[in-house]
């Protein structure tokens, strides 16, 4: 069992920077990949960044790629994501995910998670 508490969201100016953080409590922390989703009112959970065991490898959405920087601190059992230049299109909902059973390094797709966070609300404005 895993369970995770996203928090750091909030309301942002175009152009702004925010960082999530994600606690994980439960299985070793080190032992399974993580990766950050987020849902638009409307749209369908997309993924956004995910990081490896040790956190030496990254994958990234397109959309955030040289923007978002995802980190994790096995010490601290907590996973963070940096956004730096936010832009509108960037407003949901934000959920962190943890991936025990997965064989990829950097999963990218949400069936290979299989514990998720309640989700923390990022609003940019233009």
């Known amino acids: 069992q895993v369970q995770l508490v996203e928090s750091g969201g909030g309301l942002v100016q175009a152009g702004g920077s925010l960082r999530l953080s994600c606690a994980a409590t439960g299985r070793t922390f080190s032992s399974y990949a993580m990766g950050w989703f987020r849902q638009a009112p409307e749209k369908e959970r997309e993924f956004v960044a995910a990081v490896s065991r040790s956190g030496a490898i990254t994958g990234y959405a397109d959309s955030v790629k040289g923007r978002f920087t995802i980190s994790r601190s096995n010490a601290e059992h907590t996973m963070y994501l940096q956004m730096n230049n936010l832009e509108p299109e960037d407003t949901a909902v934000y959920y962190c995910?943890?991936?025990?059973?997965?064989?990829?390094?950097?999963?990218?797709?949400?069936?290979?998670?299989?514990?998720w966070g309640q989700g923390t609300q990022v609003t940019v404005s233009s």
């Open positions: 995910a943890a991936a025990t059973r997965s064989v990829f390094i950097t999963p990218r797709t949400a069936r290979e998670y299989n514990y």
